[in-house]
């Protein structure tokens, strides 16, 4: 089957850092993609890994393990605004982009 | 660009009533999406299509249909509303030149069916 896990919820303070996993099962795996929905809002799009390792932009990171199944998103510096579900979806083989999701992570920051 | 535009933004329906989820992009992109969002829940894939006049199913295509006349204009079609349809839809597009192209989504349609 296809599987998608994170975490439900998480808090954070404002100027810390946080590290939010995702561990995917897809059939057959071309990349992996973070989204950013802010509640009552569309998603948009934050980062995506193709390979291993680690990817930056700004005070986002996201890194990928495809031998583990896994990735995190690292947002750094965290601001109020950064209050918002990210969402971890995998595209697995079979093209048109297609993408599973998972649930998302409700992140909290607090002053 | 408006990018992903779609209507109406929110909407109560009656148990058996149909409607139409407008979903339009003034991107040019081949690919279209529609996605349903349940509380505390990931997307779920609806229906894709992959250019006009080419559809096919995703994840829960069960009790929608929809057509692709038009490169910008991808509607969704409930028939025979049901309570479970209560959802937030949102339709999004990617160019369809690469496999990991990005989605962009629109800002949703927030369905009641009672």
């Known amino acids: 089957g296809q599987n998608i896990d994170q975490p439900t919820e998480m808090t954070a303070t404002e100027g810390a850092i946080v590290q939010i996993n995702c561990t995917y099962q897809?059939?057959?795996?071309?990349?992996l993609f973070w989204y950013q929905q802010h509640a009552g809002e569309a998603p948009t799009f934050l980062s995506y890994?193709?390979?291993?390792g680690l990817e930056e932009k700004g005070r986002f990171s996201s890194f990928l393990s495809r031998s583990k199944g896994y990735s995190y998103l690292l947002l750094k510096e965290l601001q109020m605004k950064d209050s918002a579900s990210y969402l971890c979806?995998?595209?697995?083989?079979?093209?048109?982009?297609?993408?599973?999701f998972g649930a998302g992570t409700r992140l909290a920051v607090h002053p | 660009n408006a990018g992903v535009t779609q209507t109406p933004k929110f909407r109560i329906l009656k148990i058996g009533q149909s409607m139409t989820l407008q979903c339009t992009q003034d991107?040019?992109?081949?690919?279209m999406y529609w996605y349903r969002q349940d509380p505390g829940m990931g997307l779920k894939l609806i229906y894709y299509?992959?250019?006009?006049?080419?559809?096919d199913k995703g994840e829960v295509p069960n009790g929608y249909n929809v057509s692709r006349s038009t490169t910008e204009d991808f509607p969704l079609r409930l028939e025979l509303a049901a309570p479970s349809q209560t959802s937030v839809y949102f339709c999004?597009?990617?160019?369809?030149?690469?496999?990991?192209?990005?989605?962009?989504f629109g800002p949703g349609t927030r369905l009641t069916v009672l």
């Open positions: 999004a597009s990617s160019y369809g030149t690469s496999h990991l192209d990005t989605q962009y």
């Open positions: 897809t059939s057959g795996f071309n990349g």
């Open positions: 890994n193709v390979l291993d």
């Open positions: 979806a995998a595209s697995p083989s079979g093209g048109y982009n297609k993408l599973i």
């Open positions: 991107m040019n992109h081949n690919y």
């Open positions: 299509s992959v250019g006009a006049g080419i559809t």
